[in-house]
């Protein structure tokens, strides 16, 4: 088959993503040294490190919005090189930690927005992709809202707003950077259900946050990054361990764990202290 012209056949039992060894320089410096993750079906996984450690950058990189200087990225069994356009917005949405909010537009034009990835150039929605539009609101908890203009919401609105909109692209995967960051702890606890809901329902989710205990409490699996390097991958139970915490945010911090519950104990201030 001529270059090019292949079309991409993803593998059912393939892992929804798989990073290896993904390298990223950015003017002159070597931003992400080497990072790996592999994502399963029904899944979510989260990434943590402090700031800086270089997770966004990561997470560009396997979405495909910034092309890596080495290692290697797998949809679905397809090569990321392979992947471009609809067909990229076909296995993976992406909810960047800084959304650029347009003004005068609704929430419902923004979700049908979403939904456009899967539209031919000057196509309008179909019925089908209607209903799709209104299951994604249905599901981000934004009944009522869909005349709403974007710039009239909080923030833990407009955080469902995106999440609604990479939803309606209806891809298996949602990536979703730092979605709770600015958010309060009830706000925090929405979004954080509704993430749950759609590992439930089969998708795989990867969560970008650097709240360790936010991780600890909804993550099936954690991957530790610092310094441009992903550290350690494994549950929040085995990973996140007094000796990591301390050795990579400087902490001395706990998780401790009490009937299905998790919380991160630290020491805020130095005990000895006089
Ligand atoms: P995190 O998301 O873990 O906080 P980032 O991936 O945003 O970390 O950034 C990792 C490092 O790369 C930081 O030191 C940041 O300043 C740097 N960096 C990220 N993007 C760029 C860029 N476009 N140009 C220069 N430096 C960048
Ligand atoms: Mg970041």
């Given at each position: 088959m001529a270059p090019g012209r292949r079309t991409a056949a993803f593998e059912r039992?393939?892992?929804l993503l798989e990073a290896k060894e993904v390298q990223v320089t950015i003017g002159g410096e070597e931003i992400l040294e080497s990072a790996s993750l592999d994502l399963r079906r029904g899944e979510l996984l989260a990434i943590v490190g402090p700031n800086g450690a270089g997770k966004s950058t990561f997470a560009r990189a396997f979405c495909g919005l910034r092309r890596p200087q080495g290692g290697e990225v797998r949809w679905m069994g397809v090569p990321?090189?392979?992947?471009?356009?609809r067909k990229l917005a076909g296995v993976r949405a992406y909810v960047p930690q800084r959304a650029q909010v347009p003004t005068g537009v609704t929430v419902q034009a923004a979700v049908n927005i979403g939904r456009?990835?899967?539209?031919?150039?000057l196509q309008g929605l179909s019925g089908e992709d209607r209903e799709a539009v209104r299951e994604s609101i249905a599901r981000a908890r934004l009944?009522?809202?869909?005349?709403?203009?974007?710039?009239?919401?909080?923030g833990g609105e407009m955080q469902r707003v995106q999440i609604a909109v990479a939803l309606a692209q209806g891809a298996p995967v949602l990536v979703a950077d730092e979605?709770?960051?600015?958010?309060?702890l009830g706000a925090t606890a929405a979004i954080s259900k509704m993430l749950r809901e759609l590992v439930s329902g089969g998708m795989g989710v990867v969560l970008i946050v650097h709240d360790l205990a936010l991780a600890a409490a909804i993550a099936d699996r954690v991957v530790v990054m610092s310094h441009g390097r992903t550290i350690a991958t494994g549950t929040p139970e085995a990973v996140l361990t007094g000796q990591l915490i301390s050795e990579v945010w400087g902490v001395q911090a706990e998780l401790v764990h009490r009937e299905g519950r998790s919380a991160l104990h630290v020491e805020w201030l130095d005990q000895h202290q006089t």
């Open positions: 039992k393939a892992p990321l090189t392979e992947l471009r356009g456009s990835t899967h539209l031919k150039p009944e009522g809202f869909e005349d709403r203009d974007l710039s009239t919401l909080s979605p709770t960051a600015q958010l309060d």
